[in-house]
């Protein structure tokens, strides 16, 4: 997916986002690149979870900030390593009930049942020391039947959902092709400002 910044009517290209999906055994595994154009080193996140329910089992994330690593059990356990500091915490979380890895959530959206005026409250791992930590919601408000934008004739659900991480002040709408499930663009709109990821055809 190309990654745009849009201001006003310019659209300016900040990077890249890869992700690979595969199954491995009885496991899924989401890697997640992105290559933002004025930065030299990747993003890449890591994803691991069963395949019959999407239960966690590792997720780790690197880039020029910090480095994560999540194992996921009745306790969360790994690191988190400040790049800026050179403060390396240990992490040691427990948790109760059953939720998704928030690195997953976005695409277990396009896995769902979707139909019209179908909403979702989802519960997901965030592990973010500046802000919150532990298992928090994502809200699926609303989804609708419709058109790809700048190409009627695709036919896509229109998926708007907000999460605890933004506080719900980021509404996020996903465009999902209705036939084959694939996230064609992702829209981020937050305190005036809005990102764009769009599919490479």
């Known amino acids: 997916m190309n990654w745009f910044m849009e201001i006003d009517t310019s659209k300016i290209e900040i990077g890249k986002v890869k992700t690979e999906i595969k199954?491995?055994?009885?496991?899924?595994?989401?890697?997640?690149?992105?290559?933002?154009?004025?930065?030299?080193?990747?993003?890449?996140?890591?994803?691991?979870?069963?395949v019959s329910d999407l239960k966690p089992i590792y997720h780790s994330s690197y880039n020029q900030q910090r480095d994560m690593v999540l194992n996921f059990d009745e306790e969360v356990t790994g690191y988190y390593?400040?790049?800026k500091t050179n403060i390396k915490s240990e992490i040691s979380e427990i948790t109760t009930g059953s939720y998704f890895d928030s690195n997953i959530y976005p695409q277990l959206i396009r896995w769902l049942p979707l139909n019209n005026e179908y909403h979702k409250t989802i519960s997901?791992?965030?592990y973010n020391p500046s802000t919150k930590t532990g298992i928090i919601k994502a809200f699926i408000k609303n989804v609708e039947k419709g058109k790809m934008p700048g190409n009627g004739d695709r036919d896509v659900w229109i998926v708007k959902m907000?999460?605890?991480?933004?506080?719900?002040?980021?509404?996020?709408?996903?465009?999902?092709?209705?036939?084959?499930?694939?996230?064609?663009?992702?829209?981020?709109?937050?305190?005036?400002r809005k990102m764009v990821m769009q599919l490479i055809n």
């Open 23 to 50: 199954r491995i055994k009885n496991n899924i595994s989401i890697i997640t690149s992105v290559k933002l154009n004025q930065v030299q080193t990747k993003w890449i996140d890591s994803t691991l979870a069963r």
């Open 81 to 83: 390593f400040d790049k």
């Open 124 to 126: 997901i791992f965030d």
């Open 162 to 192: 907000t999460d605890d991480i933004s506080d719900n002040k980021a509404i996020m709408t996903f465009y999902i092709d209705s036939n084959n499930r694939q996230i064609i663009r992702q829209e981020v709109d937050i305190q005036g």
